[in-house]
DNA sequence: GTTGTGATTCGAAGGTTGTCTAAGTAGCAT
DNA sequence: ATGCTACTTAGACAACCTTCGAATCACAAC
């Protein structure tokens, strides 16, 4: 990505995505476009050594397990998150590449106009 | 925002986002989570003068004139763009303060681990 | 006025999603 | 083995989303 080129606009706003592009990127951001997801998300890469426990997780939220463990289901198939278990625990991190390419998505390569 | 912090990733992984912000962050999310309204947003963006007609964005689906209605209606309610009738025809254009605060959530202050 | 074109709104069909309960799997401790 | 705890899978149901055809609105030209 040649990040040398003045622009004032996000990526998405400089050129016409292609229509292939655009599915892929929909199933990405389809993943984070849930509040608990979203939060799930933001915990996991927030928390201690970078990794949670979905215990950790589940507390902070007036859902069921099920539920829970569907939403981080949701987040690992999309590429966002990978988990591990070890022992008597499961344990989620934030695969950062991924979060990247929304990153690299909508922002601004010059300065905002405005925030 | 304090863009001096040295941190290793995206805001959304450096702190827990709260409820509210979540809940605020995925209708904002939900909004562009859709193949046809992310390449709306970038043909809109992307097109001269910053501006593009309806008519020049319907052609370029294989969808009818009230659906391609229905996703700017989504686009603009969520804040994404805005739009005026000039005489015959209806003009929409980003509005890159909301994109920004996409590209703001998850975009990587420093260096990215990989990528 | 009337007619024609661009764009939106309305109502409905079909598919997708978020949530739950119930049941299942994996590991630890007794 | 038995039981207990942590987590996932399976199935079901309500809510929502995408899409369409038909109707409607807005404007320009005649």
Do not use: Q
């Not at 608990?36 to 890469?45: A, D, H, N, Q, T």
């Not at 507390?59 to 981080?72: G, N, V």
């Amino acid at each position: 990505m040649t990040a040398s080129t003045i622009a004032c606009c996000a990526p998405i706003a400089r050129e016409p995505l292609g229509e292939t592009e655009a599915a892929e990127l929909a199933v990405l951001l389809k993943a984070v476009a849930d509040p608990v997801r979203l939060r799930l998300l933001s915990m996991i890469g927030s928390h201690a050594g970078g990794e949670a426990c979905v215990c950790d997780l589940t507390d902070a939220f007036d859902l069921t397990a099920p539920t829970i463990s569907h939403h981080l289901k949701v987040l690992r198939t999309a590429g966002l998150i990978d988990s591990e278990r070890r022992g008597t625990w499961v344990y989620y991190w934030i695969v950062p590449e991924t979060v990247n390419r929304l990153g690299a998505l909508f922002a601004p390569l010059a300065e905002p106009a405005a925030i």
